[in-house]
């Protein structure tokens, strides 16, 4: 009888946390006792999303969040899960969310040292469908003295010590990078219960012709966003179009975009001149993973999107995201207009 090889040196994401802290002598160990809370908060998540056609999880709310969208009964039961998953950790000082319209202070835990950007379900608009949505976040420090104020979490992505995303697809995945480090991306293993490394160290391909965007915007794009999204489908002589695929929840669009490359895009428009997308906990965790994993991520003024400071917590902002020469082509394109 042939011998199957199983693999004895899985490296769980419990593992992975625990040889991170041992590699940096001053750690506390707050951090992994945070990412442990978040590891928790996925899984429930995905728990219920699986079932939620079955035990009557489906459908709106019948509420409204901050941002004006309406909130699936998944949104309201996801965000709960969330935050009880972060004030349970002890870790977390405060927490902003989207379905949340003011930052929540956990008031019990007076000298937690962290503050928790997040999108509890992202691509809501899928859920019913059935198709892959996911929780976003970013995760910060607090500078010495500081309480965890609101003002704590109106700071730059370049100050973020961690971010990343799971996606709720065929299987779940957690994408997860932490400052100045690597992005890796873990796969949940239902019958262990536990998220295993199965993408170390990823990066982004240099370039691919993907682009990714709601093209029924299109309408309402700025003249440099319709030149540029037209010379990817009218390449001129000889040249071949680029191939459209656009799901509708970001963390999708975004995980395809950095395990194959392309663009993803969600610019700011004469509808929303703002854009769509928020900036804390959408466009910096997803700025600072692209950017980690060797790509671009700038918003519709063509600055850094890691630089952008939020005025407001629950500010937009447009993006452009993904491989690093498919972001300077769009840079390349609006310095033509500038
Ligand atoms: P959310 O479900 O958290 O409100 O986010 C929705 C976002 C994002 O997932 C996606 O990229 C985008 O909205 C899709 O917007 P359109 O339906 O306008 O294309
Ligand atoms: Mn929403
Ligand atoms: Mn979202
Ligand atoms: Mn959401």
Redesign the pocket.
């Known amino acids: 009888v042939g011998q199957e090889k199983i693999n004895l040196d899985i490296v769980t994401l419990t593992r992975f946390l625990t040889e991170e802290q041992t590699k940096h002598k001053e750690a506390t160990g707050d951090f992994t006792l945070l990412c442990h809370a978040l590891q928790f908060a996925f899984k429930s998540i995905a728990y219920y999303i699986r079932r939620a056609t079955l035990i009557n999880l489906t459908g709106l709310a019948g509420s409204s969040n901050t941002t004006g969208?309406d909130q699936k009964k998944l949104d309201v039961i996801s965000n709960d899960l969330f935050i009880a998953a972060m004030r349970s950790s002890g870790r977390v000082r405060a927490l902003v969310s989207?379905e949340e319209e003011n930052i929540i202070s956990f008031d019990e835990h007076p000298d937690a040292r962290y503050v928790v950007a997040c999108?509890p379900?992202?691509?809501?608009?899928n859920l019913d469908a059935g198709v892959s949505v996911g929780t976003i976040f970013g995760i910060y420090k607090l500078p010495e003295g500081a309480t965890g104020t609101k003002e704590d979490l109106l700071r730059a992505g370049t100050e973020m010590v961690a971010s990343g995303f799971t996606m709720y697809g065929a299987s779940a995945m957690l994408v997860l990078t932490m400052k100045g480090g690597p992005v890796n991306a873990f796969t949940l293993d239902n019958a262990l219960g536990e998220f295993i490394l199965t993408h170390p160290n990823m990066e982004i391909p240099k370039k691919r012709a993907i682009y990714s965007v709601?093209e029924g915007n299109s309408l309402y794009w700025e003249d440099p966003v319709k030149e540029y999204v037209n010379e990817l489908k009218y390449p001129g002589e000889g040249g071949k179009p680029y191939s459209a695929r656009y799901i509708?929840?970001?963390?999708a669009?975004a995980y395809r975009t950095l395990l194959y490359g392309g663009i993803f895009a969600?610019p700011a428009d004469k509808k929303s001149p703002k854009g769509?997308?928020r900036i804390l906990y959408e466009c910096a965790p997803m700025a600072l993973v692209f950017e980690q994993a060797g790509g671009q991520a700038v918003n519709s003024k063509m600055q850094r999107m890691l630089e952008v400071v939020p005025e407001h917590i629950h500010d937009r902002s447009g993006i452009f995201l993904g491989s690093y020469d498919e972001v300077q082509k769009v840079i390349d394109v609006h310095k033509k207009f500038a």
């Open positions: 969208d989207e999108d379900i992202d691509g809501s608009s709601n509708g929840s970001m963390v669009d969600y769509k997308l």
